[in-house]
């Protein structure tokens, strides 16, 4: 900014011969960012602002909308199907973040052994993510189809009777997280990359004095994989509290079994496409948005417990 | 110094926002232009050409789609109607991409949807009803079902185009098994359930068929609500979901499972394949309920098999009626050529030429009169067509959508303990007249 204040000082001198080449330069520099900030403000910003003014409307796309100030939020704190919702998405985020994380980092571990055939194995953990959801929830259904399905028969053997998986309330959200600890590929990668960035320094360290592999691995990997870990916890939550495809794919959008599986989203998009109720859904969006806030706001203030970054002291 | 910079950040923002305005101004000008002229053109030339949105691409249904405009193009030498597939959002609807159209100023000309629910968005069609009376349309060329179903408090939305049908199909070789007269089929509810116990087969303590499972299918709410003789709305359109007969008919599903084990019952549908897997076809179903589209499913994917089709049972064993949904053809509001795409939407949907191409899907014409000559030699459509007129359509209300899932839901949360039938139909109904209040007050 101070530069470009050195821009407006120049230009009020109003003397065009020193226009430095570095004016030039900026001005070129917000050139080639307008169509960034064009595209920002047209996509972002306005549709962010609208949707927070039609929160307060009862507004549903065709017919002029009405302000009915917070009536929305209102009827929403009073709506069974919202809390239920709520619910569901919240403890499906509970188990389902932490669970990542475990299995995550401890695969992005053993896949960071130099073993033979390395490389194929990363490959191989990271194929899944490449699949579109839809197929990685058909896929699913079979393997956890109760009758027919691998894992059952898989328990069978060993003598134990499969659940219902998906048609059983109890089991549902389970199998979902079973789902997507499937396609973890993407946090593997940055956990990988994560753990090639730990100073080889420390394990030298630890060798001389004399420490053991479980010792490096809660002493020197973990602590020092925390701002990595963090990062995808933070991203974790943000999906797990906006998960929406699988659930809608997997139940048509009915949440069945007994509303087990009607994740806050889709109850939005219900409301938003189906009941033409756009002002109440944009309510619930922005209801959504406060919830991700606080959730983030407490992980980050609690960061400074439990993140440690390389070389800080 | 500081103030100087953002002084000037705000004014880049606002200049921006002005030629953004500019932009869209011109544009909005450009394209009026450009319209008003194609439409002088047209009006002198010949062609008019109009959009039609469908849902249906491919097999029988993209076949139909495809042949009638072939067939209309051909007649109407003045308009050419452009088909174009549009994804369905859900089930067979595509009405957020038709309001979003109609909202953006640019929607298509004619439409294909599922008639029920068109009512919530009725402020993005065309009123026809005029169109119709002036070119000698009324409810008596079509099914009360069809008419019905496509108008909103006697204010017509659309032009009903075709209907699909409910009954009882069942696996006569495995009635022979059984002891049971394969020509006879059960037609009281009693009948089912002691055929349907007779046809189940379990080894080892696991099923390996049933006989009949109820919301199996086509076996919605509705279709046993009905059948038990439930209305759900009473004369003034309010909800009577919780009509003591439809809250038998709950009962009585939920009962159904109990009898067989919920675990089993539901872990059986939940894994049950479609097409080819279709559990029917494959002989671990006995009975099910379902639709007349299944006929030509059946000739495709399990042709050697020995069934029978019959009416849904009652508990009388009379009064059969069916559950009939189906489709209109609507002109969303604001279209360029208003003429044309009600000729498109007149022909297919209340002519005799336009309404014979449902019989490439098998499905039913909303013409009674179409019906009895696509099908005069057909005996597996027997059954429908004699139910066809006592069909029962889902009650046009401001809620529809919202009452199909909360219905759908009812047997599920039934069985998994959130409540008895009683409880939560009345539940369903308090919240479905609620929300129809709302939007009636919203549309004052």
Known sequence: ?313 | MKKRSSRLFLMMVVSVLFLFSVIACSNKQSNGDKDSTDNGNSNSKEKVEITFWHNWETGPSGESIEKSVQKFNETHPDIVVKPVYVAPDGGDSVSSKLVTAVAGGNPPDVMLASRYGIAEYKEALEPIGELAAKDGITEDNFYKWAWGEASYEGELLALPYDGTARALFYNKEHFREAGLDPENPPTTIEELEIAAEKLTKKENGKYTRFGFIPWFGEGWLYSWGWAFGGEFVDNDNIVTANDPKIVDALKWETDFAEKFGIKDVTSFVSSAGTNATNPFFTGQLSMMVTGNWMLSQIEEYAPDLDYGVTYIPTPSGEDFNTFVGGRVLLIPKGVKNLDASWEFVKWMCATEEGQSFKKITGEFAAMPEVNEKLYADDPSQDIFLEVLPNGKYRPVVLAGNMMWDELAKAPDLVMNKQGTPQEILDGITEKINKEIENKKAQLE
């Open chain 1, 1 to 313: 900014m101070s530069n470009l204040t050195e821009v407006t000082n120049v230009k009020a001198k109003a003397s065009k011969k020193t226009t430095s080449m570095e004016t030039r330069i900026r001005r070129a520099g917000i050139l080639f960012a307008l169509p960034w900030i064009i595209g920002l403000l047209a996509f972002y910003a306005y549709p962010l602002f609208s949707s927070m003014y039609y929160s307060l409307t009862n507004y549903n796309v065709i017919s002029p909308s009405q302000w009915i100030g917070f009536e929305n939020y209102i009827t929403l704190f009073n709506d069974d199907l919202f809390w239920k919702g709520l619910k569901n998405t919240l403890a499906y985020a509970l188990m389902q973040v932490p669970l990542a994380i475990m299995f995550g980092v401890t695969l992005a571990m053993l896949l960071n052994l130099p073993v033979f055939g390395q490389g194929f194995l990363r490959t191989v953990f990271f194929l899944p993510s490449l699949l579109p959801v839809i197929a990685t929830t058909i896929l699913w259904q079979w393997l956890l189809n109760p009758q027919f399905g691998l894992v059952n028969a898989f328990l069978e053997k060993i003598g134990i009777t499969g659940p219902g998986w998906l048609g059983d309330t109890t089991w549902s959200k389970p199998s979902l997280v079973i789902m997507t600890l499937w396609v973890l590929g993407n946090s593997i990668l940055i956990y990988l990359a994560g753990l090639q960035d730990i100073s080889k320094d420390y394990y030298e360290a630890a060798d001389i004095d004399g420490a053991n592999w479980l010792q490096k691995t809660f002493h020197i990997t973990i602590p020092l994989l925390t701002p990595v870990i963090f990062f995808n916890m933070i991203m974790g939550v943000i999906h797990a509290l906006q998960e929406f495809t699988l659930p809608y794919a997997l139940t048509y959008g009915t949440g069945n079994p007994a509303e087990s599986l009607l994740f806050y989203s889709m109850y939005l998009y219900n409301n938003a496409f189906l009941y033409m109720k756009m002002g109440y859904a944009s309510a619930m969006a922005w209801i959504l948005f406060v919830v991700v806030m606080l959730i983030t706001v407490v992980l980050l203030k609690s960061s400074g417990k439990w993140v440690f970054y390389q070389g800080d002291d």
